[in-house]
């Protein structure tokens, strides 16, 4: 199966960048996704790529793919207080019903 | 359109006392899901079911039990709950219509096994 990694913890100031990685190991997986966890809430999905494109803008979100290495980074630009959240990261291999999740990067924003 | 609703919102429980947790969903979405998420081991599936009267085991099945017996409800059921058995619990279900095929999560139940 499908293992996605992703570090902790991430504190960047108001106004500045946020890049929160993520690796995994299914290099058949056809969908990543991104997805945000406020306090107290369920997971809501922010963006995601298809396994064939190499980036993806959304408004103050870039998503890169490096399929080489495995690795997906969410590029968040002038980040905002209501940014802080839990950020996931997970895979959909194709023809598999079920979708792998990261360890979830915790984003601070300081003021 | 409610989406995906869970109850309770929270709950503390005996140990060894059987436990529901209750979920639905109004979008007529075939596949649902149960995670359990825990600080540093992000979410992990505990059990699936793909479509009405169908379930499959995730990676931690064990303790846990759900049936699936119409397209909108999908209970998960703890027999005889153990402390270990404290989490946060989220449920999903899956739109396979369209552009990403994405999941959709419950707003989740926190409960605390003494």
């Known amino acids: 199966g499908e293992d996605v990694e992703q570090s902790l913890f991430l504190s960047v100031r108001e106004g500045d960048s946020s890049v929160i990685n993520c690796t995994y190991t299914?290099?058949?997986?056809?969908?990543l996704y991104w997805y945000k966890q406020e306090p107290g809430a369920g997971l809501q999905l922010l963006t995601y790529?298809?396994?064939?494109?190499d980036m993806k803008q959304d408004q103050r979100l870039t998503v890169l793919l490096n399929k080489k290495d495995k690795h997906l980074s969410l590029r968040i630009a002038d980040t905002q207080t209501g940014d802080s959240a839990i950020y996931f990261c997970?895979?959909?291999?194709?023809?598999?019903?079920?979708?792998?999740f990261g360890t979830g990067t915790k984003l601070q924003v300081i003021p | 359109i409610a989406g995906i609703t869970q109850a309770p919102t929270s709950q503390i429980l005996a140990a060894g006392r059987r436990m529901t947790l209750r979920c639905t969903q109004d979008?007529?979405?075939?596949?649902m899901y149960w995670y359990r998420q825990d600080l540093g081991l992000g979410l992990r599936l505990i059990h699936y079911?793909?479509?009405?009267?169908?379930?499959g085991k995730g990676e931690v099945p064990d303790g846990y039990s759900v049936s699936r017996a119409n397209t909108d409800d999908f209970p998960l059921t703890l027999a005889s709950a153990v402390p270990s058995q404290t989490s946060v619990y989220f449920c999903?279900?899956?739109?396979?219509?369209?552009?990403?095929?994405?999941?959709?999560f419950g707003p989740g139940t926190r409960l605390t096994v003494l």
């Open positions: 999903a279900s899956r739109s396979q219509a369209g552009t990403p095929d994405t999941q959709y």
């Open positions: 299914d290099s058949s997986s056809t969908y």
């Open positions: 790529i298809f396994s064939n494109m």
């Open positions: 997970a895979g959909l291999a194709w023809g598999y019903q079920k979708v792998t």
């Open positions: 979008m007529r979405h075939n596949a």
């Open positions: 079911s793909n479509t009405a009267g169908t379930t």
